[in-house]
């Protein structure tokens, strides 16, 4: 079997590819010759693999970020003031590094001050002049209702007497000695009840206008609030700032584009790598159990334990990544490549420790055990009692006293 032979049988058996390997295997391993399969005339080696507590799974891309991270936008098309001086490094928190069209922020400000003085003028008016007069009118006519109340008390059932009261009084609207002392009593608790109500505060609502008007002026305000948290780039936390315009010496105003990223703020004293769940196998397996192993340049080896799950979206796809944390220990070593992707290998730890045998082992040593099933069949059918603890990319963990040392 030459050397492309077994690369490509490799790529199968990490594809998980049994029965396509063993055809490939086949093939290739029937030459002019022919060579016995380890077992069948020799004794398999189980002490030539090692024990292991863990297993690799899979050779994946992490993506290294901050814990703590967040990005700024441009809120429209427009002019963005930039008010740092450098383009990353360590900024306070509520640090105001930036505002997009400031002289927007300043004409909307300008404009609730003006309403709140009109405001305030209206309400001076109505508490020192239009409420004082009105509350006159209706004490003055209170006085006359009561007065007329009087007279009609003395009038008694004389509806003579009621017609020429009416006759004199066509605005008092009386009718017989039977209604009229009805009406008149409404009448006085109606003028009662304005009378009250034009003496509390402010009115209690004596302009339905000016109280609207209060209304849409907190509405406004409201919106310019949340305008303004739109606008005004604050750090949220005490951490480094990485502005993404290119700063000039004397420039302090910048064009933008709606949507634009301005710049991030991270806190990278924590830092994590995230790894896409793409293989639904690797979501069968604890994922307590599961760590990353990260191999750095200088060969310091870092054990990333495993920390949470959290969903992205990609393309309008909810994508499951899981969480891992870097160790205190390489924070300042991958600080550097914060927002970049690293290879790391994605390792499961084993409840006790098991053989860790190549799957191209297994293949070569038993082709046909592997023709027609899975791993776990294939090792169990070719040496009873071996059962198959895990399954990686490459290779297989399997534990069995009776077996492993045969």
Not at 23 to 51: D, H, R, S, Y
Not at 92 to 111: C, H, I, N, Q, Y
Not at 335 to 356: C, G, M
Not at 382 to 404: L, Y
Request: aromatic residues 6%; proline residues 5%.
């Amino acid at each position: 079997m030459n050397i492309i032979s077994c690369k490509f049988i490799l790529r199968v058996v990490s594809q998980g590819c049994v029965a396509t390997a063993m055809g490939v295997l086949i093939t290739a391993c029937a030459p002019k010759k022919p060579v016995e399969a380890m077992g069948a005339n020799k004794q398999w080696g189980w002490e030539q693999f090692p024990f292991s507590d863990t297993l690799p799974i899979a050779r994946v891309d992490a993506r290294l970020q901050a814990e703590l991270s967040m990005r700024f936008y441009a809120p429209n098309n427009g002019q963005l003031r930039v008010q740092i001086d450098r383009a990353s490094g360590p900024v306070e928190k509520d640090r105001l590094w930036a505002v997009f069209s400031p002289e927007t922020l300043k004409l909307g400000e300008d404009m609730l001050a003006a309403r709140r003085a009109s405001l305030k003028v209206r309400w001076e008016t109505l508490s020192q002049v239009d409420i004082p007069q009105k509350r006159l009118e209706v004490e003055k006519k209170l006085r006359e209702a009561r007065r007329l109340q009087e007279i009609t008390t003395r009038l008694g059932a004389d509806e003579e007497a009621w017609k020429t009261l009416a006759e004199l009084m066509p605005e008092a609207g009386l009718a017989t000695a039977d209604r009229s002392p009805a009406v008149i009593n409404r009448t006085i608790e109606i003028l009662t009840q304005q009378l009250a109500f034009l003496s509390g505060k402010k009115g209690e609502g004596a302009s339905q206008e000016l109280q609207m008007a209060e209304v849409e002026l907190r509405q406004a305000e409201i919106e310019h609030e949340l305008k303004r948290s739109q606008y005004e780039m604050r750090m949220p936390f005490s951490g480094e700032l990485v502005c993404n315009l290119e700063l000039r010496d004397g420039v302090t105003d910048y064009p933008v584009t709606s949507g634009q990223l301005i710049g991030v703020a991270r806190k990278e004293d924590s830092l994590t790598c995230e790894v896409r769940m793409q293989d639904s196998r690797w979501l069968a397996m604890p994922p307590e159990a599961l760590f990353l192993r990260l191999r750095l340049a200088n060969g310091t080896e870092l054990k990333l334990p495993y920390a949470g799950r959290r969903i992205r979206e990609e393309m309008r796809v909810e994508v499951l990544n899981y969480v891992f944390n870097v160790p205190s220990s390489g924070v300042a070593l991958l600080r550097r490549n914060i927002d970049s992707v690293v290879t790391a290998d994605l390792v499961l730890q084993l409840e006790r420790p098991a053989r860790i045998v190549s799957k191209m082992a297994l293949l070569t040593a038993r082709p046909q055990g592997f023709s027609t099933t899975d791993w776990a069949g294939g090792v169990s059918t070719t040496w009873p009692g071996a059962t198959v603890v895990a399954v990686g990319t490459t290779s297989v963990a399997i534990e069995s006293e009776r077996h492993v040392g045969k």
